[in-house]
């Protein structure tokens, strides 16, 4: 078969896989961890330790009636939940899940499309997906619709910006937007991303909890106080749309955090001896391994943190990540000029911000420490055990 | 239930009732700021009760607060004396936490009469007025915002009077009637109504 | 609403903007402004907003109509009664005892001291002495119930806040003591657990010994729920400086309980005023000086440390002995009238009992902690955003069956 061939089949089996890893995997793992978080037992009862779950979920949200309010605008309610799911879903196509893999005579790579503006489309293309939110939250003609839509247009279109300034630093060290470019890089300077672009990275994933809409940045739809916002009057299949568009914008922040920063399919220190038994693992499963940690890192998130309010979440944004993103970029552009054509530049920002970073672990412990110190003295007595 | 309070009926102690409190200091206070206001004051399980003109009780409620310090408008509802004339009493509760105590200030009123509100004295009693309006039917002149608050705006009883029944009454009021039967049951336009004959 | 309702309204609605549009029209023609209703970008447009009563961070039923101008609360009125029930009528219409089970229904995630504030007054008005060991198995359950309420309190305000997990860890507990609820008078939620001059029945064998392992466990407990909130940031950023109230405004504004210790006001009706066997408890009143939704979490943790410690005095000092007072069979106290209160989760719990002498009470009148305290919400709210809104009807903790009784 001839590559174009296969780039059909890569597309079929991404738009066919993606939904349902969503819905059996990741939903399921959500609701398993959560609830083992929790102190409680999650869902268990549909098939084997609650391996069904999914397709009950499925059953249940394609049978249920679909309601279009009477006052809604219909046509806008009906095309929102689908500009919500398909941009995420073209995202995933210049994702890079490994190398390529031989299969008869061809080289298969394992992206759809290597295209040389990678991160620029994902940006561009994700960056759609929030019409369908501010529509479908517009168009229920709900007032808690309207101010989850709003609430979440003033959130993505906010957190995009140190999102991409986050991104722009790696791109001085890549010189290149191809997501695949970027791995091969990493692979020829044996250095991941994480480690000089370790500012870069928190900003970027701060940004992507945000953008995902995820604890404890998930305003738009904080049920506890806008009902569901945006799609309080979505049901059914359209509901699921939302969902799945949601989930799959979370899964390809975590992919493009795994290739920026976390050397795509790449194992773990592959200059170090000791490690090289680690490349009897496909990359293929390396890619997944790390991008199931991230979603471990969103679930962990959602079960641990309150939620932020909505000035808060806009001064977190443009008061703190924004300047810092500033900055880094800076810092980054002196590292590479300082030492030109040589890496050594980034290797010494990797260690002064590794550094940075323990120095700053150590003193947000102390600083706990002593709050809650001072909390503990402040009790009117010492309470006995 | 019964079997419960079982414990044997001994001679029982007489118990002193209500003594009068005339010579109560905060009564005699009272006396003194506000001439002719106190009718009749009285002490019983050690709680003194003010019995003031209608009329005065939001200047005794002002002189409570500031002259002797009770702060704190813990409660205000009413008892429907029915065959008394007048046939409600108007009941407070205020409490000082200088003095920690309370003192219950009562006022009679008719039915159909207004009683000063004190919501302008302590803002707590806003509400607990608009229950007792709600409850009663005691008019309270001078308040900010005296809505049924319980029950709905017009609903056409007062519950807690004595000669509300209590099973209720038909208030005449219905959600839309022309659509929904009298005496309940499905719409007469839903399709799926299953008559029984 | 029906199709033709509907289709009604939409014609209403074409009416009105065909009216509107003529209306623009002659006034283009005419040369004057299109229409006095044109906003500009910058103008405010206030946007009321129905907040309940099915919402799910309004606790029940309470509905409070909100004028917003974007998310920031102009106003904010409670609307209440959508679980009114009559209670104080029902308490008249039944004789003394029959009434204990009505107050299991007011705040129902705090039966114990409801009951107990019931048979306070009652007994204030038959001048009954309550034996020693029915005092202190009343203190027990009340403590329990406030560490139960605080629970519930702790576990739905952290979700109101987004934050899920404190809401299982606080159940997990709750649940031990619904257990203990269970095994004393077989209700774990209505308990009715308390009679006129004394208590239904005696604890049953090893209770105490449970309830003590329970105790033993509690503070760590307690440990893990503030290892998720007290000194985390975002709790911090959510509750710190938000509705903040004065202790001179809660007198005024007759709000009680962990609000006015919140506020700095160490005021606690089993201190101030003890009943049953407080005064000889040692325990502490825990205060806050700032008055916001930060410093009355603290309070109510605090609290419950201290009904621990009330609780482990209390199994301390549990002897033998009668559990039920010289009460006559049939109650028919003096025609008088008394006011009791107790201090119960949410704050001051009275009763005010009017006797006319017969076996059922002439008028019984609850003073609602919740629904006092519910009042002062539009003053707690305003300025705020609907988020913090959220915080504040959890901070308040108000109980919609108490709230309409």
Redesign the interface.
């Known amino acids: 078969m001839s590559a174009d061939v296969w780039t059909y089949v890569k597309v079929v089996l991404l738009v066919a896989t993606v939904p349902a890893i969503v819905g059996f995997v990741i939903v399921l793992a959500e609701r398993r961890i959560m609830a083992f978080m929790q102190v409680r037992l999650g869902p268990n009862r549909v098939g084997p330790q609650g391996t069904l779950q999914g397709l009950a979920d499925l059953v249940k949200l394609v049978t249920k009636e679909d309601i279009t309010p009477a006052k809604a605008e219909k046509a806008v309610h009906f095309l929102a939940p689908v500009l919500a799911v398909i941009p995420a879903l073209t995202a995933l196509a210049v994702i890079p899940f490994g190398p390529p893999v031989r299969i008869g005579k061809t080289m298969v790579p394992l992206w759809v499309a290597d295209v040389n503006i990678g991160l620029l489309f994902l940006l561009a293309v994700t960056s759609i997906g929030v019409y369908g939110i501010i529509l479908g939250g517009w168009s229920s003609n709900n007032k808690y619709s309207l101010l989850g839509g709003l609430r979440s247009a003033a959130q993505l279109v906010s957190y995009e910006v140190p999102m991409g300034l986050s991104l722009v630093s790696v791109l001085l060290m890549t010189r290149s937007l191809s997501l695949v470019a970027i791995v091969r890089r990493q692979e020829a300077m044996e250095l991941w991303f994480i480690f000089p672009g370790l500012v870069a990275f928190f900003i970027y994933f701060v940004s992507g909890v945000a953008e995902s809409n995820r604890n404890p940045f998930d305003l738009p739809e904080a049920e506890s106080e806008l009902v569901s916002g945006f799609n309080t009057e979505y049901s059914g299949v359209k509901f699921a749309f939302f969902f799945l568009g949601e989930y799959t914008a979370m899964i390809i922040i975590s992919c493009v955090a795994v290739t920026v920063f976390l050397g795509g399919w790449l194992q773990p220190f592959p200059n170090v001896a000791a490690l090289k038994f680690l490349g009897i693992v496909p990359p293929f499963v390396w890619f997944l391994g790390k991008v199931g940690a991230f979603i471990f890192c969103y679930i962990w998130f959602r079960s641990t943190f309150p939620r932020y309010r909505f000035d808060q979440l806009m001064a977190l944004g443009w008061k703190w990540l924004i300047p810092m993103a500033l900055a880094n970029i800076v810092v980054v552009a002196f590292a590479i000029l300082l030492t030109p054509g040589r890496t050594t530049g980034l290797v010494w920002l990797a260690w002064i911000f590794g550094g940075l970073f323990v120095a700053m672990f150590l003193l947000s412990k102390l600083r706990q420490k002593l709050t809650r110190r001072e909390r503990l003295a402040a009790e009117p007595h010492p309470v006995e055990g | 239930?019964?079997d419960?309070?079982?414990?044997?009926?001994?001679e029982?102690k007489p118990?002193p009732?209500?003594v009068d409190a005339s010579g109560h200091p905060w009564v005699q206070a009272i006396r003194a700021a506000l001439p002719d206001t106190v009718v009749s004051a009285k002490e019983?399980?050690g709680?003194v009760?003010v019995v003031v003109q209608k009329d005065a009780i939001a200047r005794v409620a002002r002189h409570l607060k500031d002259g002797q310090d009770f702060?704190?408008?813990?409660?205000v509802?009413a008892?429907?004396w029915k065959d008394r004339s007048p046939r409600f009493e108007v009941?407070y509760?205020f409490y000082s936490?200088s003095k920690?105590a309370?003192i219950?200030v009562k006022c009679a009123a008719a039915d159909g009469e207004d009683v000063p509100s004190i919501a302008a004295v302590?803002?707590?009693a806003?509400?607990?007025e608009r229950?007792t309006w709600d409850?009663f039917g005691i008019k309270f002149s001078g308040h900010p915002d005296l809505r049924?608050?319980?029950?709905?705006e017009g609903f056409n009883g007062f519950?807690?009077r004595k000669d509300?029944p209590?099973e209720g009454i038909d208030t005449g009021a219905a959600v839309y009637p022309e659509?929904w039967p009298e005496g309940g049951g499905p719409s007469q336009?839903d399709s799926n109504r299953k008559v029984v004959s | 609403m029906?199709d033709e309702k509907i289709s009604q309204a939409e014609k209403d609605e074409a009416a009105y903007f065909a009216e509107r549009a003529q209306a623009g029209a002659a006034a283009a023609r005419s040369g004057t402004a299109a229409s006095p209703e044109a906003h500009t970008l910058f103008d405010v447009q206030e946007m009321e907003l129905n907040f309940g009563p099915q919402h799910p961070s309004t606790h029940g039923v309470l509905r409070l109509v909100l004028k917003v101008d974007g998310e920031k609360i102009l106003e904010a009125k409670p609307d209440?009664?959508y679980l009114?029930r009559?209670t104080?009528?029902?308490f008249e219409?039944e004789t003394y005892?029959?009434g204990i089970p009505h107050t299991d229904r007011l705040d129902y995630v705090a039966a114990a001291t409801n009951n107990h504030a019931f048979c306070l007054a009652v007994e204030?008005?038959l001048?009954v002495e309550i034996p020693r060991r029915a005092q202190l198995i009343r203190v027990i359950l009340d403590e329990l119930q406030r560490l139960s309420s605080h629970l519930v309190w702790l576990g739905t305000s952290g979700i109101d806040l987004g934050a899920v997990t404190p809401f299982w860890y606080a159940f997990r507990e709750r649940e031990q003591i619904l257990d203990f609820f269970e095994e004393y008078c077989g209700a774990r939620l209505t308990l009715n657990c308390m009679?006129?001059?004394?208590l239904?029945f005696d604890l049953t064998a090893g209770w105490t010994e449970r309830v003590s392992e329970f105790l033993a466990d509690l503070p760590a407990r307690i440990d893990d729920y503030e290892q998720l909130l007290t000194d985390n940031r975002i709790w911090k950023k959510r509750t710190v400086g938000v509705g903040v109230i004065s202790a001179e405004e809660c007198?005024?504004?007759?709000?009680t309980g962990p609000i006015i210790r919140g506020s700095g006001?160490a005021?606690d009706l089993r201190r101030?005023?003890p009943y049953e066997c407080y005064e000889e408890l040692d325990f502490v009143v825990p205060t806050r000086q700032n008055g916001d939704t930060y410093d009355r979490y603290i309070v109510r943790v605090q609290e419950m440390r201290q009904s621990a410690r009330i609780l482990r005095q209390c199994l301390e000092k549990l002897e033998p002995g009668e559990i039920?007072?010289?009460?006559?069979?049939v109650?028919k106290p003096?025609a008088?009238?008394?006011?009791a209160?107790i201090e119960s989760p949410k704050g001051?719990l009275?009763f005010?009992c009017?006797s006319n002498g017969t076996n059922k009470p002439?008028?019984m009148?609850v003073?609602p902690p919740s629904?006092?305290n519910l009042?002062a919400l539009p003053r707690l709210a305003k300025g705020h955003l609907v988020s913090d809104l959220v915080a504040l009807i959890g901070t308040i903790d108000i109980v919609l069956g108490e709230v309409?009784?």
């Open positions: 239930m019964a419960l309070e079982k414990a044997p009926a001994e029982k118990r009732g209500a019983f399980a709680q009760t702060k704190y408008c813990v409660d509802t008892v429907d009941v509760h936490f920690n309370r219950r302590f803002l707590s806003n509400w607990c229950e409850m049924r608050i319980l029950t709905w519950p807690l509300f209590l659509e336009k | 029906t209440i009664g009114h009559g104080e009528k029902l219409t005892p029959m204030k008005l001048g009679r006129i001059g004394g239904p007198v005024e504004w007759g709000l006001l005021w101030a005023q039920r007072g010289k009460v006559p069979r109650i003096p008088e009238e008394v006011y209160s001051e009275g005010y009017v002439y008028r009148h003073r629904f006092i009042q309409d009784r």
